[in-house]
């Protein structure tokens, strides 16, 4: 009896080459989240967010998709299932980027106009706090250890480490100029996209140290990891870069849509997703084979700005 | 009145140095015109990125590089003294007959935009004739929320349509329009 179940489960994964997931883009031109399936790379729904949405961060453990309207101060969290609208809260200042610390039921929005790192209960969506960056900053990201916060402060120029359980400041890391996006490797080094440098720049978060740079297409916006490499949208450059996340060598350069933007990878690591600006798409790649698997059609304007794939 | 006054002069003393800042949403243009020419001829005319006097906005165009990336040209609006755009070109591809730039400096006064960069491309078209695309993408003047009229969001939509579109009815009145 067991058997045959098995088989057949397999056969179906194997004709399902993705694990199934849902990728969510938001669509900053035409106020609206992309709700495409993984499976078929078939968009299954376009859910109005208003107020220009732009970042984002999946939260799976909460069962939600948390998306920043900058134009409106909006935060608004999204049912992963179906895109219901389960919350919203109205910030202050310029909200821009978001990271969720699902184990500690908080989520993280950058402030541009405040300078600054605003903490809500991911619950109630109340502001429990708040965590002087430098200037302008961006991108946010929690470790995957879960042990630090780091932003991306644009206009400072440097990268802000907080310890992610007390919010004490760490390190204040230069960076090149204008770093917009930050993530983590995955054996937790950090990384800023420096947009007007042309680089990336790679850091120790536990000691502050610069650990290395890589060396990008034009106006790199957005960076993720997918096994052993790392994957870089430029912006300028309608590709991306692909590096060794160890050696931080640049492997090859990506021909994708036009004004890529957002970049996160299918949860078995074996696809990347690129939110392509001006195209109106999110493009597929093969972590692998770097081969282009397809493209999906979104909303005018996709930036997914954050971690866009939950499994 | 006497607020507003100081509010506008605070305005522009500080806007010059939030030439690479910019606002929330970067908004995107597209404009397109089919013409009764060959592909090739569009192209002879616009093609050289040192010279934009196809332009009837264009009084003169200066510059350095040719048409090799990080070639730099200074556009004078209207006429002798006129102000100026400050542009480089990052793609340039003769083959595909396009090439790209970014507005490296620019008064708001004069194009309400930030972080400018635009594409122009010259294809066929299916039964002869050449089709000219001309695509923007750009944030408002203004880098923060709530911004004055003159530097918001559709005021940078409307400055750059502006722009393509008295191009490419200069175009068309010298090749004349695609059938």
Same mark, same amino acid.
């Given at each position: 009896m067991r058997a045959p179940i098995l088989a057949a489960a397999l056969a179906i994964g194997l004709a399902a080459p993705a694990a199934a997931e849902t990728i969510y883009v938001t669509n900053q031109g035409s106020s609206d989240l992309s709700i495409i399936d993984g499976d078929s790379l078939i968009e299954a729904a376009r859910v109005p967010v208003p107020g220009n949405p732009a970042g984002l961060a999946v939260a799976p453990a909460l069962g939600a998709v948390f998306v920043v309207s900058p134009e409106t101060r909006v935060l608004r969290r999204l049912a992963l299932n179906g895109g219901a609208i389960t919350g919203e809260a109205v910030l202050d200042g310029l909200p821009m980027g978001v990271a969720v610390d699902a184990a500690r039921g908080r989520i993280l929005v950058t402030d541009w106009a405040g300078g600054r790192i605003l903490v809500l209960? =991911? =619950?109630?969506?109340a502001v429990t706090g708040s965590l002087a960056t430098g200037a302008v900053p961006a991108g946010v990201a929690l470790s995957p250890d879960g042990r630090f916060v780091v932003s991306a402060d644009r206009d400072a120029d440097q990268l802000s480490v907080f310890d992610a359980e007390t919010f004490a400041p760490l390190h204040r890391i230069p960076t090149g100029h204008h770093p917009w996006a930050v993530a983590f490797a995955p054996d937790g080094r950090v990384l800023s996209a420096d947009v007007l440098a042309d680089s990336l720049t790679v850091a120790d978060p536990a000691t502050g140290r610069i650990l290395g740079h890589v060396a990008t297409g034009a106006r790199p916006y957005g960076i993720a990891f997918a096994g052993t490499r790392g994957f870089v949208t430029n912006q300028y450059g309608d590709s991306v870069t692909v590096f060794d996340a160890a050696t931080l060598r640049v492997e090859a350069t990506v021909p994708v849509g036009e004004y890529p933007e957002g970049i996160d990878v299918s949860s078995d690591g074996r696809r990347v997703y690129v939110a392509n600006w001006m195209s109106n798409t999110l493009g597929v790649i093969d972590a692998q084979s770097l081969e282009p698997l397809g493209e999906v059609a979104t909303g005018d304007g996709p930036r997914a700005f954050g971690r866009f794939v939950a499994p | 009145m006497r607020l507003i006054r100081f509010l506008s002069i605070m305005l522009l003393a500080v806007l010059p140095t939030l030439a690479l800042a910019h606002g929330p949403t970067r908004q995107k243009v597209t404009l397109g015109t089919d013409l009764a020419a060959a592909p090739a001829e569009v192209w002879a005319a616009i093609g050289d990125f040192q010279d934009m006097g196809w332009h009837p906005a264009i009084f003169a165009t200066t510059g350095a590089g040719g048409n090799t990336v990080d070639a730099t040209r200074v556009l004078t609006l209207g006429a002798e003294g006129g102000p100026v755009i400050n542009e480089i070109l990052y793609k340039y591809d003769a083959a595909k007959m396009s090439y790209s730039y970014r507005i490296t400096e620019v008064d708001v006064a004069v194009l309400p935009v930030t972080n400018y960069s635009s594409t122009i491309t010259v294809t066929a078209r299916d039964g002869g004739g050449a089709h000219v695309e001309w695509r923007g993408a750009f944030y408002r003047g203004f880098p923060n929320n709530d911004p004055p009229e003159a530097l918001n969001d559709d005021a940078a939509i409307a400055a750059v349509s502006g722009v393509y579109q008295a191009g490419l009815d200069a175009l068309t009145a010298r090749f004349g329009a695609g059938q």
């Open positions: 209960d =991911a =619950a109630t969506l | -």
